[in-house]
């Protein structure tokens, strides 16, 4: 079988995008044994725009993914690997925050504040940058409606430069993202303000195609901490203290705040 293999969320700089590749690089050595003991082959790759049909593909060995994706469209459709414990402000133990922000040029303090400003996301299958924002706005809507205007950018990094360029007022941002634009971007958050963070959710999971063998997941899995371990400095740029195992239900939160908003009468981000 000839695998593919692509980390995609975080490749914030070009450096970071290359970092991600040298750790997928360590992963790929690390399983040489398990490769060469089926005649099997591990490529490196750069998705296109369609991460969903990347992930969907029988061949992908090793990818990563977002929450919001993995209980809706990939649903029953791809195998669960893990999720990165990161040394970043929000992250505990494999799970992480959005931090909810607003341009300098706005006066609101708390979220609660924002009511009739211009919000920013990044995109509708996004747990970080929708679906975490929409649960921390809900209590605070009336008849469905909270922000004057919400626009989707596409990105985080757009999000956070319609913020610094007065074009929207507030956003949320995964803050893994976040804090690598403020090591590596400060032109995008030194302009920006914390409000706030959003409840907690289980990282970014790691994932492979169904065709994966079960009994192969925990090999993947020790081959990623062994690529960690292997390169300390590394693990020190990607801010990866290492990596834990996760289910599917650890998951399951993400549809209880998605079920909450709705409940709330708040079932969009507007």
């Known amino acids: 079988m000839h695998w593919l293999a692509a980390l995609p969320m975080y490749n914030v700089t070009p450096a970071l995008a290359a970092d991600w590749r040298t750790l997928l690089a360590h ?22 725009r369609d991460l969903t049909a990347f992930w969907l593909r029988g061949d992908v060995l090793f990818s990563q993914t977002c929450g919001y994706p993995l209980v809706h469209a990939l649903a029953d459709r791809v195998r669960l690997i893990g999720a990165p414990d990161f040394d ?89 993202t976040f804090a690598f634009a403020q090591a590596h971007l400060p032109e995008l958050t030194d302009g920006v303000r914390a409000l706030g963070m959003t409840a907690s959710a289980a990282a970014l999971p790691f994932i492979a195609s169904m065709r994966v063998p079960q009994d192969a997941i925990d090999t993947i899995l020790q081959a990623l901490a062994g690529a960690l371990d292997h390169d300390p400095a ?33 079932p969009r981000l507007a």
Not at 43 to 48: F, L, S
Request: proline letters at 3%; one cysteine or more.
């Open 27 to 48: 992963v790929r050595e690390h399983l040489a044994d398990w490769l060469s003991a089926r005649g099997d082959t591990l490529d490196i790759v750069d998705p296109d």
């Open 88 to 176: 970043v402000p929000g992250c505990e133990s494999g799970t992480y925050r959005s931090v909810l922000v607003a341009g300098g040029h706005v006066g609101a303090q708390t979220i609660e504040r924002c009511r009739g400003l211009r919000a920013a996301y990044n995109d509708d299958d996004s747990n970080s940058g929708m679906n975490l924002f929409r649960h921390a706005v809900a209590p605070f809507a009336h008849d469905g409606r909270f922000f004057a205007s919400v626009t989707k950018t596409g990105a985080h990094l757009a999000s956070l430069r319609a913020l610094a360029e007065g074009r929207a007022d507030v956003a949320a941002i995964d803050c893994v």
């Open 234 to 266: 590394l693990a020190a740029r990607l801010r990866l203290r290492g990596v834990v195992r996760r289910t599917q239900a650890d998951y399951a939160p993400i549809l209880d705040y998605e079920r909450d908003a709705i409940g709330r009468g708040y």
